[in-house]
């Protein structure tokens, strides 16, 4: 569990990035979840936009990305989701030691 400075932190860098995922008219499909889950692997912190044709709502498209890769933390604003997850692969652990030692 995150604590709230943790949090903050997260969405502090997350303004610096760019929506590297899209979710549109085709919900979230096996490939679109696999590509999130390479991009959260990689990057642990992965912003994701949600186009404007998307059937499936921000709250629905959340749930799902949690129960699927077990997110440490995830929000919305606006259009953009904020998924983050520690990486399996210590090499690829650079941002959460940042927010580990918040």
């Keep these: 569990m995150l604590t709230n400075k943790q949090q903050k932190f997260i969405r ?4 610096k990035i760019k929506a590297t ?3 549109g008219k085709n919900e979230l499909s096996e490939s679109a979840i696999e ?3 390479k991009l959260l692997e990689a990057n642990e912190l992965v912003k994701v936009h949600l186009l404007a044709a998307a ?3 921000k709250k629905e498209a959340i749930a799902i ?5 077990y997110l440490e933390y995830a929000y919305s ?5 904020v998924i983050y997850k520690q990486s399996r692969n210590q090499e690829k ?3 959460s030691k940042s927010v580990e030692s918040k």
């Design 21 to 23: 995922a899209q979710i």
């Design 93 to 95: 652990r650079i941002f």
């Design 77 to 81: 604003i606006g259009n953009q989701l």
């Design 55 to 57: 059937v499936i709502t």
């Design 12 to 15: 502090s860098q997350a303004q």
């Design 35 to 37: 590509s999130i889950g």
């Design 65 to 69: 990305l949690t129960d699927t890769f």
